[in-house]
């Protein structure tokens, strides 16, 4: 769909994405206009049919048992996946090799320096695939699961290697975005998010108590504490498949995400008021979500 009307496209969806994403931002840099571009790809995803081919044979050639969580990958299982986990990889160099096209293309037009260019995916991988020290994958509020990546690149504004721990969501980069811009949130507008641009700068910001909330199930009706989370700086309260399909006895779960990265034990027992606090704020939240 170009503009609303169909059209026939010739190649790879990713590569036909960001020639489309560059000439947009060529067209409106020639012009002296500001651009926001959003470039959501849709791989690396299923169907897994249709991939770059020299791409595919150089994973196809390789060993990807050492990309998995459990070590030694068993013989049988690995067998089943390879092929899929071929495909992945091979769609996810074609995204990094976009990429590299996109800032050619910003240096070109002269446009690399003052540009903000945000790099983020959505969750975790949909496979046992590696997570670091973490568990779980996509579909699960695991770390494994719902812990991602944001890379910025700003080289007028951001020093190359500034790194933050503090802990953030999408729903901040909006903010963020405003305050890069220098732009007012339009008024009477309320959003969840905060701006992240001191972090990115490597500024000293002072610490809040802040709590992210993250939820993940199917269907037309939100259920409270189903697959739901309460995200602190260092605590974490989750409900991993809570709801009408869940296990029994899969009540909350309360870990220390600092010395506990792989969510191991559960200090809901331990901290009893922590977990009441924690389950406030997400009443709180679901409550305004879900009006």
């Known amino acids: 769909q170009h503009n609303g009307v169909e059209k026939e496209f010739k190649g790879y969806c990713t590569d036909i994405y960001f020639q489309a994403a560059m000439d947009f931002i060529g067209k409106n840099h020639k012009q002296g206009k500001p651009t926001f571009t959003y470039i959501p790809t849709n791989p690396p995803h299923g169907p897994y049919g249709d991939v770059p081919g020299e ?12 990309t998995y969580l459990r070590q030694p990958f068993p ?19 074609n995204v ?26 959505d969750n975790g991988p949909n496979g046992p695939r590696f997570v ?14 719902i812990r991602s990546i944001l890379l910025a690149h700003w080289p007028r504004s951001i020093r190359a290697g500034t ?5 953030s969501a ?5 903010p963020t975005i405003l305050a890069a811009a220098g732009a007012k949130k339009p008024k009477g507008l309320k959003i969840d998010g ?30 409270p504490y189903r697959n739901g989370a309460a995200v602190t700086q260092r605590y974490k309260l989750l409900w991993p498949n809570f709801g009408k399909f869940a296990p029994k006895n899969h009540g909350p779960q309360l870990y220390d995400l600092i010395a506990d990265p792989k969510e191991s034990k559960n200090l809901a027992a331990e901290k009893p008021d922590l977990l009441k606090r924690l389950k406030r704020r997400y009443d709180v939240w679901f409550s305004d979500v879900s009006s």
Do not use: C
């Open 55 to 66: 791409l595919l044979e150089k994973y196809r050639a390789r060993d990807l048992r050492p």
């Open 132 to 145: 670091g020290p973490h568990r779980g994958n996509k579909g699960q509020i695991y770390e494994g699961g």
């Open 163 to 167: 790194t933050s721990d503090a802990i």
């Open 96 to 121: 990094d090799q976009n990429v590299g096209r996109l800032f050619k293309h910003l240096k070109k037009i002269d446009a690399h320096d003052n540009t903000l260019v945000f790099f983020l995916n």
């Open 194 to 223: 905060m701006s992240i641009l001191p972090h990115l700068k490597g500024q000293k910001v002072e610490r809040i108590d802040r709590t992210l909330f993250l939820q993940w199930h199917r269907g037309n009706e939100a259920e």
């Open 75 to 93: 013989d049988k299982q690995y067998e089943r996946r390879k092929d899929t986990t071929a495909r992945i990889f091979a769609m996810i160099e």
């Open 170 to 174: 999408h729903y901040d980069l909006f």
